[in-house]
């Protein structure tokens, strides 16, 4: 390796670890701010009160809709002219996964776009639009179901079910933005858009399991808007900013924000386990050819 190599490499380390602090100390502010919200003993208190039954058609919940998800990013990646079939896409989206949750410094997105271009021709530009556009897709299905909810929550507001029109609105304009600006990924907006909505109803109902275990019985929709409110967070990468945006959000609404935190982690327990699946994958290696190894 060339010093010019060397050094490159060394000021691209250092930019992933300083990125990566960051992230850490944002996430450090976002766990003072939730404990001066929440008692840690009553969240404790419910934790011990769960019915854990409830948490397997949680978990199984949640790890499907991951599946699905793979399913999703799929479509983008086909209309690229990459074929790489579903089977071997959900183990490298388990794998990117624990990346994502347990290697913070090289992280599940650019796990997936390394692997994928070792193995294909498509240009990296290609595979970050694909990402991004499997995010806004994921994006969009969260506001639909919000909006969905939201005439039915106890919140006391003048005409919601006028709400209800903000969803064309919003997929016309999705649709007519990546017409524009994505026009060879327009294939793929159907199906993801679909997938999408069954994603992120996967992820309400682990919600509800959870909620089921926990024993609430009053304000579930309330509970339900909220967490999807706060999912939005995800664009926030750092620890803790999920449960910070539903412990506000709950507060602010009148809710129950040490009831609120309990589900969060509750959410992220499942979140967790789907993660650890890829952990199997890390050693047993997802078979397929590299872009210039040779064939048999």
Not at 11 to 33: D, Q, R
Not at 45 to 59: E, K, S
Not at 156 to 178: D, Q
Request: proline share 4%; aromatic share 16%.
């Amino acid at each position: 390796m060339s010093s010019e190599t060397a050094r490159l490499s060394g000021k691209g380390n250092l930019k992933k670890i300083l990125s990566w602090g960051f992230k850490l100390g944002l996430g450090a502010v976002a766990i003072y701010l939730i404990l001066q919200k929440v008692e840690i003993g009553k969240v404790g208190g419910y934790l011990r009160d769960t019915h854990w039954g409830w948490l397997f058609p949680a978990f199984a919940a949640f790890l499907t809709s991951k599946i699905i998800a793979a399913y999703r990013i799929n479509h983008f990646y086909r209309s690229q002219g990459l074929q790489l079939d579903d089977q071997r896409n959900v183990k490298l989206g388990l794998l990117s996964m624990f990346y994502n949750l347990f290697v913070p410094l090289v992280g599940g997105e650019g796990y997936r776009i390394y692997w994928l271009r070792q193995r294909f021709e498509t240009p990296t530009k290609q595979l970050i639009w694909a990402s991004l556009l499997d995010r806004v897709s994921g994006l969009a299905a969260l506001l639909t179901l919000a909006i969905i909810s939201f005439p039915f929550t106890s919140f006391e507001l003048a005409y919601k079910p006028l709400s209800l029109l903000l969803i064309p609105v919003m997929y016309v304009t999705y649709w007519l933005v990546s017409r524009w600006l994505f026009p060879s990924f327009q294939s793929a907006w159907t199906r993801a858009a679909l997938l999408s909505i069954i994603v992120q109803f996967l992820q309400v109902v682990c919600t509800y399991c959870i909620l089921l275990a926990l024993n609430v019985e009053t304000q579930i929709l309330d509970y339900l808007f909220v967490f999807l409110l706060s999912c939005l967070a995800f664009v926030l990468p750092f620890l803790g900013a999920r449960e910070m945006a539903f412990v506000f959000g709950a507060d602010f609404l009148g809710l129950n924000p040490d009831l609120s935190l309990t589900i969060s982690l509750l959410f992220y327990l499942a979140l967790a386990l789907t993660s650890l699946i890829g952990l199997y994958f890390l050693f047993t290696k997802i078979d397929f050819p590299k872009k210039n190894a040779p064939t048999q």
